[in-house]
């Protein structure tokens, strides 16, 4: 009775201090957060790592980091620091098109020949809205590797030569290359390079200052360490961060556009909000965006918007969200517009499959107070290592059932 007792205290205590956390913070917790808080404590011991924000009725009710920014110097992520957002970058670059459009500088409708007359006849049909949908045609395997060097010139010119999958806007194929181009196309229409014309027309105006592309106006101390468990001899390994592998030259079109700029879980939400309250784009563009084109696969559980996913919530409601990653970080935002519930999350490190899927069941612990979500498992090549430290040779049958448990 005496230990029931005094197990009792130390949990109440246990809460108590995280309510006093969060109330330092600004940030009021409720039974959701403490959940989702609890859940993702129990997954850093599993190797979880990143930071996430998750707002209800437009109060954030969770903003917090977990496991290392920086596994060497010792620093903590933080709901300030900046993370690869990986391919949540295309909402970004659909808005730049969409503020051109306000501006009357192009039209959604035009053909890719009014901006690059010298286009071979296959691809000068290609309208930028195709190029918004990924019904262009575009191949995913047009392009190099992300941080090979490649200059626009360079870039466009194996556009020309590669050979479309289908004729443009009789199919949805997701190619990063699309959104490659629309940055070319950002960059002709408006005369400025294209992190100018995003941190100009968007980040500067909202004070997003931990948002950019290749430039860094913040200590690196800030920025999380990308961290990777290497099968070959059993360890995590510090992969660095992006700016690492971007050149500050222009030849950075494998990358542009598709993926790779870095932001926070809380610019992110600075950008939600200036979404909704029309402050960046008008209440067209923002339909525009926002509206399911075209279904991403054959069971139509999804479609694709101008740099959003749309899908459709067990609830009936409207969700609009992108994933994104390097291969390294990994992305989740997501925007259930009509219960004015936002959750995102920023990684630093990719587990498996449970690890990506974090923003919904944060979302599905906000949504259902009955849902319990199981901490996140261990990266299984490391499992397989724990297997192999913690047996001998004669126990090889039993890794299978290990891994399980």
Known sequence: MIIRLILLAIVSLLQLISIHVYAQSGVIPDAASLRIDNYLNQSVDNGYSGSVLVAKDGEIILSKGYGWADRKMKIPNRPGTVFN??????????????????????????NFAEWFPGAPSDKRGITIHQLLTHTSGISPRTGGFRYDEAGKRQFLREFFESELMYPPGTRHTYANA????????????????????????????LQMNHTGYKSIGFS?????????????????????????????????????????????????????????????????????????????????????????????????????????????????FLRFVEEDLVVISLSNTRLNQKSENIAWE?????SDPDYQARPMPKNPYELVFDFIRTHSPEDALQLAEFIED
């Open 362 to 366: 944060m979302a599905a612990m906000v």
């Open 178 to 205: 699309n959104y490659i181009v629309l940055a070319a196309i950002v960059e002709a229409a408006s005369g400025q390079d294209y992190e100018s014309f995003l941190r100009n027309h968007f980040w500067q105006s």
């Open 220 to 332: 690196s101390e800030q920025a999380a360490h990308g961290y990777y468990y290497n099968d070959t001899d059993g360890a995590w390994k510090d992969w660095g961060i992006t700016q690492e592998y971007l050149p500050y030259r222009d030849n950075h079109w494998y990358s542009i556009g598709k993926g790779d700029i870095y932001s926070t879980v809380e610019n992110l939400y600075t950008w939600h909000k200036a979404l909704q309250e029309y402050s960046v784009l008008s209440p067209e563009s923002k339909r525009l965006m926002e509206t399911a084109y075209v279904a991403e696969n054959e069971a139509q559980t999804s479609y694709y918007g101008y740099g959003w996913a749309i899908y459709t919530s067990p609830r009936g409601t409207k969700i609009v969200a992108h994933n994104g990653s390097n291969g390294i970080y990994f992305a989740d």
């Open 85 to 110: 957002i990986g391919s949540v970058t295309k909402q970004f670059t659909a808005a730049a098109i969409l503020k051109l459009q306000e501006a009357g500088k192009l039209r959604t409708s035009d």
